[in-house]
Nanobody
Framework: QVQLIESGGGLVQAGGSLRLSCAAS????????MGWFRQAPGKEREFVAY????????YYQDSVKGRFTISRDNAKNTVYLQMNSLKPEDTAVYSC???????????????WGQGTQVTVSS
């Protein structure tokens, strides 16, 4: 069992930065691949980025490549999403999730956090 708690969301102006954190409980965090997803108002939840257990396999959605960076610290049971050059279209609830393997498909993720709101003003 893994419990996930996101933090770091907030209101930021376009062009600004935020760093999201996802703290996990449980001794097996380091064995899980981790993903970030987001859901904008009135839209389906979508994949943002994933990172494998060791951090050497990373993948991003095209719209965030070059602006967002996913990382993890297994000693701290935490995964991060550094978001730079934010745009109004990045406004969404961001959630982290844990999976036994890397995938962009949210159906395969077993554990989810409650989400944190990111709002980017123009």
């Amino acid at each position: 069992q893994v419990q996930l708690i996101e933090s770091g969301g907030g209101l930021v102006q376009a062009g600004g930065s935020l760093r999201l954190s996802c703290a996990a409980s449980g001794r097996t965090f380091s064995s899980y691949a981790m993903g970030w997803f987001r859901q904008a108002p009135g839209k389906e939840r979508e994949f943002v980025a994933y990172i494998n257990w060791s951090g050497d396999s990373i993948y991003y959605q095209d719209s965030v490549k070059g602006r967002f960076t996913i990382s993890r610290d297994n000693a701290k049971n935490t995964v991060y999403l550094q978001m730079n050059s934010l745009k109004p279209e990045d406004t969404a609830v961001y959630s982290c999730a844990a999976c036994n393997f890397v995938t962009t498909k949210q159906a395969f993720y077993d554990y989810w956090g409650q989400g944190t709101q990111v709002t980017v003003s123009s």
